[in-house]
C-alpha cells in the first residue's frame, strides 16, 4: 500500500522531500512567514499498519534552534489525544525517528498540538462560568479574534489586576496546556485558593497571543512574520496587532503582575525567565520575583531556579520583550514561564516526555505561587 503524508489541518506543517516508501521518508520542516525560523512540524502518515517507518528529517542544523534537537524525542499520536514519545536520532545535521505502524493513520508533532478549535472550544467553555467574561479585543491580520478572558469582579477597581498571557510563540503549545490547567482550576468552585484569590483579585487572561501562527502551524511568528515577543517596544495594528491591543488594553486597565507563559526548545527544565535588568529595577521586584520562584518550586518538584537563561547585566533589558516591556511600564512584577519540549531532567518520563497534562499542573501550581505572594503586589 501507498503512504500519504499530509499537514493541511489546523496547526499542520512539513515540507515533504520524498515518500515513495516508509522506510525511506525524507522531509524538511517548514518555515514561519518571513523565512526565518523553521522548528515546528505537525503532519499525518497513512498506509503504515506494519510498516516499519524510517523518518529522516532534513537540514536540522539550518532551523531556528539546532541544540533543540539534542536529546529530543518526536512526538507520535494514533488518537490524537495521547502524545507519546517515539524512538530518536540526532547527529548534528539529520534527525532519524524509527516507529513501527500500529494503525493505518499516526500522526507525529514537534510536541503535543494545541489546535485553534480546541482554544475556542475552551473559551466558550470557561466563557460559561458566572464569573468569567470574554472580551473581543479586536481582530487579527487573518481575521481572527483575538480575545481576553476576565475572571472576577472587574467593576471593584480596589482589587489586584492579575494577567495570563500565553502563546505568544505558537509552537509552544505547552503554554495554551498550561492555560487550561490554570483556568480550570481558578474556575474551580470548591478551590479554596481560588476561591480565596478571586476575593482579592481580577483576572485579565488572554489564552492565545497568536491564533494566525498557531492555526497556520508557525513557531515563531504571526501572520505578518513578526516574531510577538519582539514587538513590545514599538507594535503597530500593520504588524503586530496582537500586542498593540493588548498592550493597550494592559495600560488602560492596569496591572499588578504578569505571566507570559512560553517553552523552551533547548533546555530540559521549567524556569523563569526575569525582568530584573529593566532600567532602574526597584529591588522589591527583584524579592517579589524570587518569592514567586521559592514558593513555586516549594509546591512544584516541576519547577526549578538552578537552570535557565544566563543573568543580563542591570539596565541592558531587551524591552522588545513583554516581561521587560511590562515590568518597566507598570512597575509591577512579570516574568516570563518557560517549560521545556524535551522533558524535566530532575523527574523524567521516558514514555511522554514533558506532556500536556504535566503542562496543566504547572498552571495549577501557579496559582499556588500567586496565593502565597499576593498580599505583596499592592504597589
Ligand atoms: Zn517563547
Known amino acids: 500500500m501507498s503512504i500519504r503524508i499530509n499537514s493541511n489541518f489546523d496547526s499542520g506543517a512539513i515540507d515533504v522531500v520524498s515518500a515513495e516508501d516508509a522506510d525511506n521518508i525524507r522531509l524538511r520542516i517548514a518555515a514561519d512567514a518571513g523565512g526565518e525560523f523553521r522548528q515546528w512540524f505537525h503532519f499525518r ?3 503504515i499498519k506494519g510498516e516499519q517507518m524510517v ?4 537540514d536540522m542544523d539550518t532551523t531556528a534552534y539546532p541544540p533543540g534537537w539534542e536529546n529530543y ?3 507520535a499520536s494514533y488518537d490524537r489525544e ?49 464569573a468569567c467574561n470574554v472580551e473581543v479585543l479586536g481582530e487579527t491580520l487573518d481575521g481572527q479574534d483575538l480575545d481576553m478572558l476576565i475572571i472576577g469582579d472587574d467593576w471593584d477597581h480596589e482589587k489586584l489586576k492579575i494577567w495570563f498571557i500565553a502563546r505568544q510563540h505558537p509552537g ?30 481580577v483576572f485579565y487572561v488572554v489564552p492565545n497571543m497568536n491564533p494566525d501562527g498557531s492555526k497556520r502551524g508557525y513557531l515563531r511568528t504571526n501572520a505578518a512574520g513578526a516574531n510577538l515577543n519582539r514587538e513590545w517596544a514599538t507594535p503597530s495594528m500593520e504588524h503586530s496587532p496582537e500586542v498593540f491591543l ?16 512560553h517553552g523552551d526548545e533547548s533546555i530540559p527544565y521549567c524556569f523563569i525567565a526575569n525582568a530584573d535588568a529593566i532600567p532602574n529595577c526597584d529591588p522589591r521586584l527583584i524579592e517579589l520575583r524570587k518569592s514567586y520562584e521559592a514558593n513555586l518550586a516549594a509546591v512544584s518538584p516541576d519547577f526549578q ?41 530532575d523527574l523524567p518520563d521516558e514514555f511522554m ?15 499556588d505561587a500567586l496565593w502565597a505572594i499576593h498580599g505583596d503586589l499592592r504597589k
Request: glycine residues 6%; hydrophobic residues 35%; aromatic residues 10%.
Open 45 to 47: 502518515v497513512s498506509g
Open 55 to 58: 523518518l529522516k528529517f532534513e
Open 73 to 75: 524525542k518526536c512526538r
Open 82 to 130: 495521547t502524545w507519546f514519545q517515539v524512538d530518536t536520532e540526532f547527529d548534528g545535521k539529520t534527525m532519524t525517528v524509527r516507529h513501527m505502524g500500529q494503525a493505518d493513520t499516526i500522526y507525529f508533532a514537534y510536541f503535543a498540538p494545541y489546535c485553534r478549535e480546541r482554544q475556542l472550544d475552551l473559551i466558550a467553555e470557561i466563557g460559561l462560568h458566572p
Open 172 to 201: 509552544e503549545t505547552q503554554a495554551s496546556w498550561w492555560m487550561e490547567g490554570m483556568l480550570r482550576r481558578l474556575l474551580d468552585d470548591s478551590d479554596p485558593v481560588s476561591r480565596s484569590l478571586l476575593q482579592k483579585c
Open 246 to 261: 493588548v498592550d493597550q488594553e494592559m495600560r488602560e486597565i492596569g496591572l499588578d503582575f504578569c505571566l507570559d507563559v
Open 305 to 345: 531556579t538552578e537552570h535557565g537563561y544566563p543573568e543580563t547585566k542591570p539596565g541592558e533589558a531587551n524591552l522588545t520583550i513583554a516581561s521587560a516591556h511590562i515590568q518597566n511600564t507598570h512597575q509591577a512584577l512579570t516574568m516570563t514561564l518557560e517549560m521545556p519540549f524535551k522533558d524535566n531532567d
Open 353 to 367: 516526555g514533558w506532556s500536556p497534562e504535566r503542562s496543566r499542573k504547572l498552571g495549577q501550581s501557579c496559582l
